[in-house]
């Protein structure tokens, strides 16, 4: 079985925690934060761990992470 490549764009968003869980950063706080209030700002920069249901695809583009 040749080595299975890692999606190197997916290595960069995705870190694996202690207990090998993918954690990732929020989505929507680049750009039109002007309308978006101050607390929902606050939130966004908070780390998240990925979803369940995103869990097997992750491990198919992760294999090594």
Known sequence: ??????SKAAA???KKTGT??????KA?????????S???KRNLRKATLTDSTNIK???KILPYI
Do not use: D, V
Request: aromatic share 6%; glycine share 4%; net charge positive.
């Open 20 to 25: 090998g869980e993918l954690k990732r950063m």
């Open 1 to 6: 079985m040749p080595k299975i490549k890692t």
């Open 12 to 14: 960069k968003r995705f």
């Open 57 to 59: 695809n992750m491990k």
């Open 38 to 40: 101050a607390k929902r």
């Open 28 to 36: 929507y706080k680049s750009h039109i934060l002007t309308k978006k």
